[in-house]
T-cell receptor, first 112, second 113 residues
């Protein structure tokens, strides 16, 4: 597609539950990025993929967060045992090699 | 790693005035500098970008300047309109490396009619 598609738009989970977010990158883009944006607007980088391979995961809190980009499937970001501080908007972006990132509409995750 | 500082954090202007947002970066290897506009509740959208082989780029009312020696770049918006109100983010990246841009903390631009 011509746009990065993220689902769901809004996800509500109780503290301790699992949350799974999806992202379909733009066709032909080889890089996928996940960011967390909290109230203060700052983008926190989580993880990036080059095709289905993890490229950089220095931002991932690995004990609860995991992500995948498998061939012919949307990419996913999964949070186990969610905490209140996980409440944020999670953006996915994709880019061609050396090109600008194109963002999805984000998934608003609310942990109650 | 790269560190990007963005100023001001909030900018309030009257319609028709110009607005300037400034960013500095620390990694001299960075060579790609995009600017994103994010309206409330929406996705960040690329509005202009510049690569290190040029010093200035213009697109209608928006321009970006880059000073590689001083490691700073700026976004200039002329004849501002209320619809320019949004949060603007600068970023710096080194496409030859990890491709991961480092973002500034954002500038909330408010254009008063």
């Amino acid at each position: 597609g011509e746009e990065v598609a993220q689902t769901p738009k809004h996800l509500v989970r109780g503290e301790g539950q699992k949350a799974k977010l999806y992202c379909a990158p733009i066709k032909g883009h080889s890089y996928v990025f996940w960011y967390q944006q909290v109230l203060k607007n700052e983008f926190k980088f989580l993880i990036s993929f080059q095709n289905e391979n993890v490229f950089d995961e220095t931002g991932m809190p690995k004990e609860r967060f995991s992500a995948k980009c498998l061939p012919n499937s949307p990419c996913s970001l999964e949070i186990q045992a969610t905490k209140l501080e996980d409440s944020a908007v999670y953006f996915c972006a994709s880019s061609p090699a050396g090109g600008a990132q194109h963002f999805g509409d984000g998934t608003r995750l609310s942990i109650l | 790693g790269e560190n990007v500082e963005q100023h001001p954090s909030t900018l309030s202007v009257q319609e028709g005035d110009s607005a300037v947002i400034k960013c500095t970066y620390s990694d001299s290897a960075s060579n790609y500098f995009p600017w994103y506009k994010q309206e409330l509740g929406k996705r960040p959208q690329l509005i202009i970008d510049i690569r290190s082989n040029v010093g200035e780029k213009k697109d209608q009312r928006i321009a970006v300047t880059l000073n590689k020696t001083a490691k700073h770049f700026s976004l200039h918006i002329t004849e501002t309109q209320p619809e320019d109100s949004a949060v603007y983010f600068c970023a710096a990246s080194e496409p030859g490396g990890s491709y991961i841009p480092t973002f500034g903390r954002g500038t909330s631009l408010i254009v008063h009619p």
